[in-house]
């Protein structure tokens, strides 16, 4: 079930999200996240970085989960997501190091280390999931035809996102063709989730999210089945519902 909040600008949206967050952080003791990479949590982390060194709003019992990391790229890289998650949140607040988790990149085994995320983020109960949208209707990097029983596994990024992504990268060569993601049955297994989305790129994929047809093809119509799910969207992500 949706609710959805529409708001003006991107300065409201990331306010919004970081309100429910701070709020589960704030009450729940221990927490679980499931945290997203990407432009759209990028205001909230910095709400949450900004209210951690103001009001003191502690992460020691907090474990995170992230959705996703690129296969290929060296240990440290800088569009790494446990870079940007580093840059964004984690060296920023108290969450102790060894509550952090990150998709296993980096093995010699990435189909036995995704079977054991899996079961990992199962077991954590996720308390909120935030999300961010893919214009082709991914969530996490589950590309369009993901089945929705997929546990995490290894991707191969589509062309599109590939595309949307190269602005991080200096040149479309440098992104990564793989990454390793959870599926949709973690993703659907978090109490709460917290979708944002931003701008015009958005919209199509928002409006399927909501009013399409729930099929494998266009990945977050699955969201439809999700019992609790915050939709916070700027106007331009929003255009295309109507009023
Ligand atoms: C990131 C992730 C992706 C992004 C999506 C939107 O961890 O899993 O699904 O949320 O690609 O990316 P942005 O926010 O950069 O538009």
Known sequence: MFKIHVYKSVDEVSQKAFEIVKKIVDVDHPVTLGLATGSSPVGMYARLVEDHEKNGTSYKQVSSYNLDEYVGLPKGHLQSYLSFMNENLFDYVDIPRQNIHMPSAHSDD?????QEYSKAVLAAHVDVQVLGIGSNGHIGFNEPGTPFDSITHVVALKEETRQDNARFFNSIDEVPEYA?????????????IVLIAIGNKKALAVKEMIHGKIREEVPCTILQ???DVVLILDKEAASLLDD
């Open 225 to 227: 089945k999700h019992p």
């Open 110 to 114: 990435l189909k036995k280390d995704a």
């Open 180 to 192: 390793v993601s959870m599926g949709i049955t973690e993703i659907m297994a978090a109490k709460k």
